[in-house]
């Protein structure tokens, strides 16, 4: 079984800085990539950032300049800098594992941008 932990949201003002992280635990074989998403009330979630084996990134345009994903490949461990934050990037952000068989998600962690 696989387990994803994520931390490091809160409550920040606008333009403020957040680091998220997301450790992966378990039986974990094969990563293709980790990433995040988001979920704001009333929206379906979305993409924010993902990250291969091999370091390649992707990003949603609204994040772009913004946002930085990385990753630790030897602890599992995924993070998300978020700088210049708006209040529209208050969500729940929600970490992703993708595996050549199946995909897991963390429980999600609370980002609230607002003053």
């Known amino acids: 079984q696989v387990q994803l932990v994520e931390s490091g949201g809160g409550l920040v003002q606008p333009g403020g800085s957040l680091r998220l992280s997301c450790a992966a635990s378990g039986s974990i074989s094969s990563i293709y990539a980790m990433g995040w998403y988001r979920q704001a009330p009333g929206k379906q979630r979305e993409l924010v950032a993902t990250?291969?084996?091999?370091?390649?990134?992707n990003y949603a345009d609204s994040v772009k300049g913004r946002f930085t994903i990385s990753r630790d490949n030897a602890k599992n461990t995924v993070f998300l800098q978020m700088n210049s934050l708006k209040p529209e990037d208050t969500a729940v952000y929600y970490c992703?594992?993708?595996?050549?068989?199946?995909?897991?998600w963390g429980q999600g962690t609370q980002v609230t941008v607002s003053s």
């Open positions: 990250i291969t084996s091999n370091g390649g990134s």
């Open positions: 992703k594992l993708s595996t050549s068989i199946r995909h897991y």
